[in-house]
Nanobody
Framework: QILELGGGLVQAGGSLSLSCTVA????????MAWFRQAPGEQRELVASISNAKYTDYAESVKGRFTISRDDTENAVYLQMNSPVPEDTAVYYC????????WGQGTQVTVSS
């Protein structure tokens, strides 16, 4: 149901764009979000975006990451600017409450 793409290896201070396509009508799903999970850590909410395009971010990524959505494509995006090694994780998208079956995620590795 969910396919996340765009991860890879990036140097600190660089940029990376993640995309997520959902085999559902995301307008009907409401607020969508990106999450991440680092090794040995709990999955955490990184950013969310409502139908009205209101956005919210974890403090650790505020000012560096930008979430967006295209309801015509059932897609959600995450632009990662100036990443730091602490951003290394597997990134997932889902509804803000994780209502869909989780996808495989996409690995992001930030080198210092």
């Amino acid at each position: 149901q969910i396919l996340e793409l765009g991860g890879g290896l990036v140097q600190a201070g660089g940029s990376l764009s993640l995309s997520c396509t959902v085999a559902r009508n995301i307008w009907r799903l409401g607020t969508m979000a990106w999450f991440r999970q680092a090794p040995g850590e709990q999955r955490e909410l990184v950013a969310s975006i409502s139908n009205a395009k209101y956005t919210d971010y974890a403090e650790s990524v505020k000012g560096r990451f930008t979430i967006s959505r295209d309801d015509t494509e059932n897609a959600v995006y995450l632009q990662m600017n100036s990443p730091v090694p602490e951003d290394t994780a597997v990134y997932y998208c889902n509804t803000q409450h994780g209502a869909l079956i989780w996808g495989q995620g996409t690995q992001v590795t930030v080198s210092s």
